[in-house]
């Protein structure tokens, strides 16, 4: 009897593509190769078009396609790379690759067909090589044919270097679950979250030509992520464990030494809760900043994330609640740790063993017990104050940049033509304050007065009987306030779409964030509009 091969390469291949990796961490690990061969810059294209058959709405994806400025692959590299258990750092425990079979699996769990463009600097060509699970099916042929000299299409070359760089292109796509639209979305999401260090080290990712920015669970970098004038979250301190390697593979007949796990605290800022911000789900500023996703703790492995705070450790006690969103904590480890934290080949959902866990529990619920108690008593605070003292000017950071947008592109106006000329602009304050928010203190009546003043144009939020679903009242100097009324069904209707659009499918996008800027901007338009046709108006008619 003759010898059988151990695996049946076409039905392996075919068995291979039910494997735990989803979209986005298949992503992922072309991501990983990019990062690994120094690229700055990563760029996906997703090629997608309507697909009447599953829903008027729905898009399919056609095509996928990745690109980097890294090292490249050399002809020999490029032949092996997608053969599985093949890895040039096969092994490697300081990078974030190690086993071999991360970008063929993850591409074939979404696609049949897989090209792949490489160059090095040191090679004057491109080279191409490719596998097409139907070719391999029909022909029964698993081999992976020698790469062959190729221009790089002309529509590719802006997703590469000058004179290095790897082009992979998934075709065939057939495993596709969700709406184009919606994996598009959440993998901008994903990848903002999963490689934020990598983003904080100013290295670039883009979807569709779009830039994504870090999400930050600790909220400790607002300055890489789409909202950069946030204030930082509070750092609650630091832990360390100094943790035994067990992994034979690494310790073969040295003694056993330990690595370090890094454990770091941060107590999100005390403007992001308040009232209405409770549960996060419910508000849409903490929404687009993906707060309402942030109920528990980060774990990554050499700076990239192998479980994010949305997907629960196994087994954690106590379980996490509602107010654990608002602290955010991040365990950091080296890959030589794998093993303790279970670590698969897709990297994705570490999770650690009960010996480990527990001593992550000991070092983590005593802080997160403090810092639980410090939201806890942030609002006992301001329900005492709501109690006692009227509001002061809450305002919504979103409305802070329509602000912005107007004061950088209006035309100054001449100090003769400013609406309200002559008018003392505190009087006016305080006239407009007695009417809408009665009895202040000295303080309350100034932050008022301060806020009002050092804008052209301001937007509050407010519930009125009032017919009118905003009002505009102008101090003086050119200085006015429009005052939205939330009472209104107007704007109830509004808030309540945009609440809508930013929790469908039970994802966030900026999408709400970003309609809610254009109607403050017409808003602020037509106020300004009226305002110059009034003056018109009284220049015609011989009044100053």
């Not at 939020?461 to 209104?488: C, L, M, Q, R, W």
């Not at 809508?500 to 037509?526: H, K, P, R, W």
Request: aromatic share 10%.
């Amino acid at each position: 009897m003759s010898n059988v091969d151990i695996v049946n390469s076409a039905k392996a291949i075919l068995s291979e593509r039910a494997s735990d990796f989803d979209a986005y961490s298949a992503y992922g690990e072309v991501l990983d190769n990019s990062i690994e061969a120094n690229s700055d810059k990563m760029k996906i294209f997703f090629d997608i078009s309507p697909d009447r058959s599953r829903g008027k709405t729905f898009k399919k994806i056609n095509s996928v396609l990745f690109g980097d400025n890294g090292v490249g692959m050399n002809k020999d590299t490029l032949h092996h790379c997608m053969q599985l258990g093949y890895s040039s750092r096969y092994g490697n425990r300081t990078g974030i690759g190690r086993f071999g079979v991360g970008m063929t699996k993850a591409a074939i769990h979404e696609c049949k067909r897989v090209e792949i463009f490489s160059k090095t600097i040191d090679s004057a060509e491109w080279f191409y090589v490719y596998i097409d699970i139907d070719e391999i099916v029909e022909t029964g042929d698993s081999s992976i044919k020698e790469p062959i000299i190729k221009k790089l299409p002309k529509e590719y070359q802006n997703f590469v270097g000058d004179k290095n760089g790897t082009i992979v292109v998934w075709t065939k796509y057939d495993r596709q679950d969700k709406n184009a639209d919606d994996i598009i979305e959440e993998a901008k999401i994903w990848i903002g979250r999963t490689f934020r260090k990598f983003i904080f080290e100013n290295r670039k990712f883009f979807i569709n030509n779009a830039e994504i920015k870090a999400i930050d669970p600790l909220y400790l970098n607002p300055e890489f992520t789409n909202f950069p004038e946030d204030p930082k979250a509070e750092s609650w301190g630091e832990d360390y464990i100094d943790w035994t390697i067990d992994d034979p593979d690494l310790l073969k007949n040295a003694t056993p030494k330990k690595s370090r796990i890094h454990i770091r605290f941060s107590l999100l800022p005390k403007s992001f809760m308040e009232p209405g911000r409770r549960i996060a789900g419910d508000h849409l500023e903490s929404r687009i900043r993906y707060i309402d996703r942030n109920e528990g703790i980060s774990i990554l492995r050499n700076n990239r994330e192998v479980r994010d705070p949305e997907n629960h450790i196994p087994y954690w006690k106590p379980q996490f609640k509602e107010i654990d969103r608002w602290w955010g904590c991040e365990i950091l480890f080296n890959a030589e740790l794998d093993n303790w934290f279970q670590v698969k080949n897709i990297k994705r959902g570490a999770a650690p063993l009960k010996e480990l866990r527990e001593e992550l529990q000991t070092k983590i619920n005593s802080v997160r017990a403090s810092m639980v108690k410090e939201v806890q008593k942030h609002w006992d605070e301001i329900e005492k104050r709501k109690i006692i003292e009227p509001p002061g000017p809450e305002v919504s950071p979103t409305h802070v940049k329509s602000k912005q947008i107007a004061e950088e592109t209006v035309v100054e106006t001449k100090p003769e033509d400013k609406a309200g000329k002559g008018m003392n602009v505190d009087d006016e304050i305080r006239k407009y304050l007695n009417v809408h928010f009665g009895q202040l203190s000295d303080d309350q009546r100034k932050a008022f007065i301060d806020y009002f003043k050092k804008s052209m144009v301001t937007i509050i939020e407010k519930p009125s009987g009032a017919p009118n679903f905003f009002e505009v009242v102008n101090f003086g100097d050119g200085k006015k306030n429009i005052t939205y009324n939330t009472k209104h069904v107007f704007f109830e209707r509004y808030f309540a779409i945009l609440n809508e659009i930013n929790s469908e499918n039970g994802t966030s996008s900026n999408n709400g964030q970003e309609i809610l800027i254009l109607i403050d901007l017409l808003v602020i338009a037509f106020s300004l509009a009226v305002e110059f046709i009034n003056m018109k108006m009284r220049k015609k008619n011989g009044h100053s």
